[in-house]
């Protein structure tokens, strides 16, 4: 493991595909990290999943526009998520049905105009981006939108948090629980869109949601599941590019498990809750 | 104010790291030989039958993988770092322009002089609309045919030794070898189809592969899906599928290595002409040391099988 380890310090310094690749996926890390603890804590975890399904109509409409498929993205994306909480507020409908009715939708939807207008987008392209081969645009962007998607959590996270834990003490604060709710949506639609560009599907789902709900078996307040969560995401993607390029494996699936691994780890070996001890404990007051 | 602070900080960290995303090529060659990309199994078999032992060529999408849609995994990119030249079939066959081939160059931040489309001197046929339209899509299997075989080897050899003139007698005598073998080749085609009987020239496959193939030989060519990448064998695509084998009354339905063949014998069911077996190639080539694992004799196995089941007496 140390000559690996020694091989891959060697490649990193070698190969600028490798360094970009870390770069990405590291600061994807942790602002996925981050803005997913709010989805976690807020019982939304699949609506990552969600808009990034949903922002194929208007991946298809940017490219009878022929405008950069960001922009088609990101406001279908927040359709989608306005759709949601309308559907939820206004009906009895809970969020999880909620988000199957809207993004189902939105992907048939998609579809269609991929079949009509018939264009060369190819829909594995745009569902799964791979993070060793990013262009210099993408690149930036989501080096651009990653920074602006931390500071604001940084800059309201006292009203992110109030509005999660408490909506009826922030509204008789004064604070706009409805307008908070809008930014948090608007924020996990941009980090989605530019992540599934560069890294992919699965990957954006699994750093939104697999690093957060780790941080919360680990820690017992807001701001420190948000530096655990941050440092989860950040180390599946380092750990994660290791394996990928000592094996030669594809990297976001890689990355992905290592997240996965992670979770399990804390899930089966927590101190206090983990399910190895609930175990050892219950057969042992069997044999007492 | 310590909002501002934060905003301040954010920004700083965000230009220190756009900036230090520009670096160049790292480390320099360590071996003599020409490092080549080759983005298919064809590519890098006419690659290595010019480039021979001055070469070490690097095939992306493995045989048995659609080169439609591929992704690069570490090592590829590794060898996409140091690549002298980097060969793509060209004609949207990797994606084209916003493909996995172009975004694997794009992030090597390779010459654009090292990167060439094999295809680049075939006049394209189009699969949808026509050069003129708003939302043509190109047929991008122009290999099948071996005439344009004989120009991508031509295109191959000049890039070859553009990259590494002290080699260019070898290569151009390679080039030439090959060339006379698929010219011959190509000599035999032309002889083969022209001995098949008009009304027997009615080619049936499962996808629009060979487009190239039946315009240079006069063949009709029927087919289910216009290419692999969209949907395979909708029912529309089987009912117009099934009314060209009625119409037509070819004598056999071709089916290739790589696709999924149960539209072809839904096809088969409903008219009764039976599927030629073995299946024949389109866009690879067969396994190393299978009956096909060369482009000749991929030309040479494609032609024996399609003329085979042309010829074949209808049942």
């Not at chain 1, 109030?162 to 004064?174: I, K, N, Y």
Request: glycine letters at 6%; charged letters at 15%; a negative charge.
């Amino acid at each position: 493991m140390g000559e690996a380890l020694h091989t891959f310090i060697n490649d990193l310094i070698e190969y600028p595909f490798l360094q970009q690749a870390l770069s990405i996926s590291l600061i994807l890390g942790i602002a996925c990290g981050m803005v997913g603890c709010f989805i976690v804590l807020r019982g939304l975890a699949l609506m990552g999943d969600a808009i990034s399904h949903a922002v194929l109509p208007g991946v298809a409409l940017s490219y009878i526009l022929n405008i950069s498929y960001f922009f088609g993205a990101v406001v279908f994306g927040i359709m989608a998520a306005l759709g949601i909480s309308f559907v939820q507020h206004h009906s009895k409908i809970k969020v999880d049905s909620a988000i199957g009715i809207v993004f189902s939708a939105f992907l048939a939807l998609g579809i269609l105009m991929v079949t009509k207008i018939q264009s060369a987008i190819n829909l594995n392209n745009i569902l799964f981006g791979n993070v060793l081969t990013i262009t210099p645009s993408d690149r930036i962007l989501t080096i651009v939108v990653a920074i602006i998607v931390i500071a604001a959590i940084f800059l309201f996270f006292k009203e992110l948090q109030l509005s999660t834990f408490d909506p009826v003490m922030a509204e008789t604060s004064g604070l706009s629980v409805k307008l908070i709710n809008y930014m948090l949506m608007l924020l996990l639609t941009l980090i989605t869109v530019v992540s599934l560009q560069t890294v992919g599907v699965i990957l954006v789902v699994s750093l939104l949601i697999t690093p957060a709900s780790t941080a919360f078996l680990l820690t017992k307040s807001l701001k420190s599941m948000l530096w655990v969560s941050a440092l989860i995401g950040a180390a599946s993607a380092a750990i994660g590019l290791f394996f990928s390029v000592t094996y030669n494996l594809p990297s976001g699936v890689v990355i992905v498990l290592t997240a996965t691994i992670i979770f399990l780890t804390v899930f089966l070996l927590h101190p206090k809750t983990g399910l190895l001890w609930q175990f050892l404990t219950k057969s042992r007051s069997k044999i007492a | 104010m310590k909002r501002f602070r934060i905003i301040l900080s954010f920004i700083l960290v965000g230009l220190l790291l756009v900036s230090c995303q520009n670096q160049k090529k790292a480390k320099e060659d360590t071996t003599d030989k020409v490092k080549v990309i080759s983005s298919f199994s064809i590519l890098t078999d006419i690659l290595y039958q010019i480039g021979k032992d001055a070469i070490i060529v690097h095939n992306l999408a493995p045989v048995g993988t659609d080169p439609h849609e591929y992704q690069p995994v570490p090592e590829d990119m590794k060898f996409a770092s140091n690549a002298d030249l980097f060969v793509q079939n060209g004609l949207n066959l990797e994606g084209g322009k916003n493909g996995w081939f172009s975004k694997l160059v794009k992030s090597v931040n390779a010459d654009e002089n090292r990167v060439i489309e094999a295809s680049k001197n075939i006049e394209p046929m189009y699969i949808i609309g026509d050069k003129n339209s708003s939302n043509s899509e190109v047929n991008p299997h122009s290999f099948i045919n071996p005439v344009v075989g004989i120009e991508m080897a031509k295109t191959i050899g000049q890039a070859l030794i553009s990259v590494d003139e002290a080699n260019a007698a070898y290569y151009q005598k390679n080039l030439d070898d090959y060339l006379a073998k698929l010219i011959a080749m190509e000599k035999k085609y032309r002889e083969s189809f022209a001995s098949i009987p008009e009304e027997d020239r009615y080619f049936m496959a499962s996808e629009r592969a060979f487009q190239y193939l039946a315009e240079e030989y006069g063949l009709t060519e029927g087919f289910i899906w216009k290419v692999d990448t969209e949907e395979n064998g909708s029912p529309d695509q089987i009912k117009d599928a099934i009314n060209f084998v009625k119409k037509y009354q070819p004598p056999v339905l071709f089916i290739e290595s790589n696709v999924d063949s149960r539209p072809m014998q839904t096809v088969s069911k409903a008219t009764g002409v039976p599927i030629y077996y073995p299946a024949i190639y389109s866009d690879e080539l067969g396994k190393p040391g299978e009956e096909a694992d060369t482009y000749l004799t991929y030309l040479e196995y494609n032609l024996k099988h399609i003329y085979n089941g042309l010829t074949r007496e209808r049942e």
